[in-house]
C-alpha cells in the first residue's frame, strides 16, 4: 500500500516566479491538506481539500491555491514567488481512525528554494 | 502563531537515559497527534490521543493527553540512538476547523552511544 506520494522533491525558483507541487494521498483517502514547514519551525496549515473544494483555509495570502482532481491527487500552486516562501511543504491525507479521530499521513514534501 | 508550545527545544542525551518532552497550549482540543520527523523528511505519526486523561504505551514511548484536553507529554525510557529526531505534537480542534493540524515547533532529540 503505497503512501502519501510528492512530487517533485527539490526545486529551485526565482522570486517572482510560480510553482506547481503535486500530491497523492494514500489509498482510500479522500482528504488532502497542505502544510508550510520552515526551517526550524513545525509545519503551518495552508488548506484542506475534499470533494475537489477548499474547504479550509490556514493564514496564507491568496498567492496560494490549489485544485484536487476526482482521484483524490492534489497541486499546490504558488504564485509571485518571495524569498521567505522557501521551506519544506507537505502533502497530508487523513482517515477516521479507530481511536475515534483522524489521523493524518504525511508525504516526504518537496523542498521549494526560492532565489 | 503556534497553538502549542513544546518544551524543551533541544536534547542532547545519552543512550539508555529516559526523557520526557511536554506540549502545551490554552486551547482545547479534540485530539492530539505525536509525530516524529527525519530531517528532510515528513513527519511520521507515532500516536494519537482523544480523551483527556488517556495514557498510550508504544513500546518504550509513554503518551500522556491532560484531563483538560489542553497539553501532552512524551515520555521515553532507556532512550536508544534510533530515538534521534525531531518529535511534533500537532492538535486538532473540531469540525468547524476541519481538524485541521496545529503543530508546535518541535523537540530536537539527539541520543548518542
Known amino acids: 500500500d503505497a503512501g502519501v506520494t510528492q512530487s517533485p522533491t527539490h526545486l529551485i525558483k526565482t522570486r517572482g516566479q510560480q510553482v506547481t507541487l503535486r500530491c497523492s494521498p494514500k489509498?482510500?483517502?479522500?482528504?488532502v491538506s497542505w502544510y508550510q514547514q520552515a526551517l526550524g519551525q513545525g509545519p503551518q496549515f495552508i488548506f484542506q481539500?475534499?470533494?475537489?473544494?477548499e474547504r479550509q483555509r490556514g493564514n496564507f495570502p491568496d498567492r496560494f491555491s490549489g485544485h484536487q482532481f476526482p482521484n483524490y491527487s492534489s497541486e499546490l500552486n504558488v504564485n509571485a514567488l518571495l524569498l521567505g516562501d522557501s521551506a519544506l511543504y507537505l502533502c497530508a491525507s487523513r482517515v477516521w481512525g479507530m481511536g475515534g479521530s483522524y489521523e493524518q499521513y504525511f508525504g516526504p514534501g518537496t523542498r521549494l528554494t526560492v532565489t | 502563531t503556534q497553538l502549542l508550545e513544546q518544551s524543551p527545544q533541544f536534547l542532547s542525551i545519552q543512550e539508555g537515559e529516559n526523557l520526557t518532552v511536554y506540549c502545551n497550549s490554552s486551547s482545547v482540543f479534540s485530539s492530539l497527534q505525536w509525530y516524529r520527523q527525519e530531517p528532510g523528511e515528513g513527519p511520521v505519526l507515532l500516536v494519537t490521543?482523544?480523551?483527556?486523561?488517556e495514557v498510550k504505551k508504544l513500546k518504550r514511548l509513554t503518551f500522556q493527553f491532560g484531563d483538560a484536553r489542553k497539553d501532552s507529554s512524551l515520555h521515553i525510557t532507556a532512550a536508544q540512538p534510533g530515538d534521534t529526531g525531531l518529535y511534533l505534537c500537532a492538535g486538532a480542534k473540531d469540525s468547524n476547523s476541519g481538524y485541521a493540524l496545529n503543530f508546535g515547533k518541535g523537540t530536537s532529540l539527539l541520543v548518542t552511544p
Open positions: 489509498s482510500g483517502h479522500d482528504t
Open positions: 490521543v482523544v480523551t483527556g486523561g
Open positions: 481539500y475534499y470533494e475537489e473544494e
